[in-house]
């Protein structure tokens, strides 16, 4: 049996969950999909994960368990409903997102992701919804990206000044050591653009900014 606290925070939650379908629903999507798709997704959702938006396809014909796109504040997530209830779900975290496009068509949109896990898509999106999931995917993509520049600055930075042991004799010059640790910088530096962890352009950039000590 539920205590008073217990029943007043769940009817706290269940509050704010209704709140978020019906904002959603603003968006001409189907309140009822909506809500069977947010209970399937907050069984698999992981500890301190909310849904931030949810984009539902709307097909001209046979509409009743539409897939969907679902954004947390940590991962892409696509639903596809399938016979007797089943649920096959494909996500990625934000970080393997490498590229996000939307195609807006006469009557409806796609999405589509480039990932680390590969490309995936959703079409039959009404278009609105479609747009608003853009703009997340969009403004995560821009996030992410500054992560792995400032990351790849700073392992940059590290890799370029950090202490370099070897047998070489004691008379070695302070340009000598300032080459290898040159040297060493240049080859973490292409191994984070072959990792993708860098763009081509920050490559040569940082390359350059290295071989101007030599």
């Given at each position: 049996m539920r205590c008073p606290e217990q029943e007043s925070r769940m009817e706290i939650l269940e509050n704010r969950i209704n709140e978020f379908i019906d904002k959603l629903t603003l968006d001409n999507q189907n309140g009822v999909a909506l809500?069977?798709?947010?209970?399937?997704?907050?069984?698999?959702?992981?500890?301190?994960?909310?849904?931030e938006y949810i984009a539902l396809q709307k097909k001209l014909f046979f509409n009743i368990f539409p897939d969907a796109i679902?954004?947390?504040?940590?991962?892409?997530?696509?639903?596809?409903?399938?016979?007797?209830?089943t649920v096959d779900l494909w996500d990625v975290i934000w970080?393997?997102?490498?590229?996000?496009?939307?195609?807006?068509?006469?009557?409806?949109?796609?999405?589509?992701?480039?990932?680390?896990?590969?490309?995936?898509?959703?079409?039959?999106?009404?278009?609105?919804?479609?747009?608003?999931?853009?703009?997340?995917?969009?403004?995560?993509?821009?996030?992410?990206?500054?992560?792995?520049?400032?990351?790849?600055?700073?392992e940059t930075r590290a890799a370029a000044g950090g202490v370099v042991i070897n047998s070489s004799p004691v008379g070695q010059t302070e340009a000598g050591a300032t080459n290898q640790n040159s040297?060493?910088?240049?080859?973490?530096?292409?191994?984070?653009?072959?990792?993708g962890l860098i763009t081509q352009g920050e490559f040569e950039a940082k390359r350059q900014a290295i071989l101007s000590r030599f």
């Open positions: 809500r069977r798709t947010y209970n399937k997704i907050s069984k698999v959702l992981t500890s301190n994960e909310k849904v679902v954004l947390t504040n940590r991962r892409i997530i696509i639903m596809h409903f399938g016979v007797f209830g970080r393997e997102l490498a590229d996000a496009k939307l195609y807006l068509g006469i009557f409806r949109a796609k999405i589509h992701l480039s990932t680390s896990k590969g490309n995936k898509e959703i079409d039959w999106l009404l278009k609105e919804p479609a747009s608003k999931a853009y703009g997340i995917l969009q403004e995560q993509e821009e996030r992410t990206a500054e992560e792995r520049r400032q990351r790849s600055i700073e040297v060493a910088a240049l080859k973490q530096l292409k191994e984070m653009l072959d990792a």
